[in-house]
């Protein structure tokens, strides 16, 4: 037992569920957006809210002593160094991050279920579009974050035909185009992210330099002639054997001397480490059919059998880690 386990730090661990509920409802009803703009008394947010006032009193106070709320004479206001990120306001939001997480929450509760009778956990079949919203919003955020560093990472060189594979909203593609002026690409994701995409390419004065392809990776081939193909956050989704699909078609897409490039969790061999990989695992045990969090010898035998070579582990850095190969 590691050193600084003892039945009250469990104790803790167990009941931390509490806060990250706290907060995911006042997210779930848009509390910090109500209370952004002044002070509101706990009668008056449950008349916004259409909300019970015993139960929004308590969730106010409680959102007070979290110090994500201030409360001064009775009255409550969204702390104000966090309306930036606690709203929809402005390029620092993570609002759609945390309401992405409200919706794991839901498939997360039934880990024991599954756990006993095999998943993915039950998901309503409607809200589907919310919560693929939920997604790429959050995806967004992390990748606006992260997309610097990534690029210098893989350093693109010469490459001038980028294919972002499941690209989400672009901020990946961004990334590559900032740093390559010479360089064009192809974001290739379901039809309804395309318009996400489209906005934020626009946004960005980019979309000259990207053409957007609505496609499903699991049933359609890819566009073919790039010499970079990014595989972000995708692998762990999927099955080894439905891996092994994916990495045929990139190496289809691909001109010869092309370089893949996939950013995952990279486990360790005997699959505890990193420990956030070892839990995001469990996400995908709850959220989906075969996914996982992959080793790299998983990961390069799997690009070995799809005809890749010269296959390293690029970085090593939990979500961020990047592994390389080249169509020979």
Same mark, same amino acid.
Request: charged letters at 20%; hydrophobic letters at 40%.
């Given at each position: 037992?590691?050193? @600084?386990?003892?039945p009250?730090?469990?104790?803790?661990?167990?009941?931390?569920?509490?806060r990250?509920r706290?907060?995911?409802?006042?997210? $779930?009803?848009d509390l910090?957006?109500?209370? %952004?703009? *002044?002070?509101l008394?706990?009668?008056e947010?449950?008349?916004?809210?259409?909300?019970?006032? +015993?139960?929004?009193?308590?969730?106010?106070?409680?959102?007070? %002593?979290?110090?994500l709320l201030?409360?001064t004479t009775?009255r409550? +206001?969204?702390t104000?160094?966090?309306?930036?990120?606690?709203?929809? *306001?402005?390029?620092?939001?993570?609002?759609?991050s945390?309401?992405?997480? %409200?919706?794991?929450?839901?498939?997360?509760?039934?880990?024991?279920?599954?756990?006993?009778?095999?998943?993915?956990?039950?998901r309503?079949?409607t809200?589907?579009n919310?919560r693929?919203?939920?997604?790429?919003g959050?995806m967004h955020? *992390?990748?606006?974050r992260?997309a610097?560093a990534l690029?210098r990472?893989?350093? /693109?060189?010469?490459?001038r035909?980028?294919i972002?594979?499941?690209?989400?909203?672009?901020?990946y593609t961004?990334g590559?185009?900032?740093a390559?002026?010479g360089?064009?690409?192809?974001?290739?994701?379901?039809?309804?992210?395309? /318009?996400m995409?489209?906005?934020?390419?626009?946004?960005? #004065?980019?979309? @000259? +330099?990207?053409?957007?392809?609505g496609g499903d990776?699991?049933?359609?081939?890819l /566009?073919?002639?790039?010499?970079?193909?990014l595989?972000?956050?995708?692998i762990?989704?999927?099955?080894?054997?439905?891996?092994?699909?994916?990495?045929?078609k990139?190496? @289809? %897409?691909?001109?010869?001397g092309?370089?893949i490039?996939?950013?995952?969790?990279v486990?360790?061999?005997? *699959?505890t480490?990193?420990?956030?990989g070892?839990?995001?695992?469990?996400?995908?045990?709850?959220n989906?059919?075969?996914g996982?969090?992959?080793?790299?010898?998983?990961?390069? $035998?799997?690009? $070995?059998?799809? #005809?890749?070579q010269?296959?390293?582990?690029?970085?090593?850095?939990?979500?961020?880690?990047?592994?390389?190969?080249?169509?020979?």
């Amino acid at each position: 037992m590691k050193s @600084d386990l003892s039945p009250t730090s469990i104790q803790h661990m167990a009941r931390a569920f509490s806060r990250s509920r706290v907060l995911l409802t006042a997210v $779930e009803l848009d509390l910090f957006t109500v209370l %952004a703009d *002044r002070s509101l008394s706990a009668e008056e947010a449950a008349d916004r809210l259409k909300s019970d006032l +015993r139960a929004t009193t308590i969730l106010l106070d409680a959102l007070a %002593a979290m110090e994500l709320l201030e409360k001064t004479t009775g009255r409550y +206001r969204t702390t104000q160094a966090l309306v930036p990120i606690l709203t929809t *306001r402005g390029e620092e939001s993570i609002l759609s991050s945390l309401m992405h997480s %409200a919706y794991l929450w839901k498939t997360w509760s039934q880990l024991t279920d599954v756990v006993q009778g095999g998943g993915p956990a039950h998901r309503p079949e409607t809200g589907w579009n919310h919560r693929m919203a939920s997604f790429i919003g959050a995806m967004h955020v *992390r990748a606006l974050r992260d997309a610097p560093a990534l690029v210098r990472a893989v350093n /693109p060189g010469k490459a001038r035909n980028l294919i972002d594979v499941g690209g989400g909203s672009g901020s990946y593609t961004i990334g590559f185009l900032k740093a390559s002026p010479g360089m064009k690409a192809t974001l290739f994701d379901l039809p309804e992210v395309i /318009p996400m995409a489209r906005e934020r390419l626009s946004a960005g #004065g980019f979309l @000259d +330099r990207v053409a957007l392809v609505g496609g499903d990776y699991n049933t359609d081939s890819l /566009p073919g002639g790039h010499d970079l193909a990014l595989l972000s956050a995708v692998i762990h989704q999927n099955s080894h054997e439905h891996n092994m699909k994916i990495y045929r078609k990139i190496h @289809d %897409a691909l001109i010869t001397g092309g370089r893949i490039i996939i950013r995952d969790y990279v486990m360790n061999p005997d *699959r505890t480490e990193p420990a956030s990989g070892a839990l995001f695992a469990v996400n995908m045990l709850v959220n989906t059919k075969g996914g996982n969090s992959y080793t790299f010898d998983e990961i390069r $035998e799997g690009l $070995e059998e799809a #005809g890749f070579q010269r296959i390293k582990l690029l970085q090593n850095d939990e979500m961020s880690s990047l592994v390389e190969g080249y169509k020979p």
